[in-house]
């Protein structure tokens, strides 16, 4: 994973995460990737804290965050029923916590903070175990 310098390849120094389609040769994928593409700043980001061991049981800043990029890596989903059972699913309890009142919220938020949670998340694990 190759260190990046700030403005070698990238606008910004603080530049994270996917930006476009990666079109580097070597980091090509195949049926996603256009060919002639000339977006040198295309590819995955990322940024780490440069730090160092200080031998007493922690780390200590050494100087700022360095920027890498990354060889691009996008997830394939393969269509199957389970999955699409299961997006149904999440998308019916959205729209149910959607359609819920302001005061039907706060009682949630009011039950899931006692439980270290937010509201919303309590409601959606409630719902999605019980549809």
């Known amino acids: 994973m190759p260190f ?3 403005g070698q390849y ?6 994270r995460k996917r930006m476009g389609i990666p079109v580097g040769f070597g ?7 256009e060919f002639g593409d ?3 700043y295309q590819g995955c980001y990322q940024q ?4 160092k061991w200080n031998g007493k049981g922690g780390f200590i800043m050494i100087g700022p965050p360095r920027n890498f990029i990354m060889k691009p890596a996008w997830p394939v989903q ?20 959607q359609g819920l009142t302001a005061e039907q919220k706060k009682y949630y938020n ?4 006692r439980r270290g949670k937010r509201g919303y998340d309590y409601f959606m ?7």
């Open 38 to 40: 000339d977006n040198f």
């Open 10 to 15: 990238i606008p910004a120094d603080t530049l």
């Open 78 to 97: 393969t269509p199957s029923v389970a999955r699409d059972a299961q997006q149904a699913k999440f998308s019916t309890a959205l729209s149910m916590w």
């Open 48 to 51: 780490r804290r440069n730090r």
């Open 125 to 131: 694990s409630k719902t999605l175990k019980s549809l």
């Open 4 to 6: 990046v310098e700030v």
């Open 110 to 113: 009011t039950i899931a903070s």
């Open 27 to 33: 980091w090509l994928i195949f049926g996603w990737s």
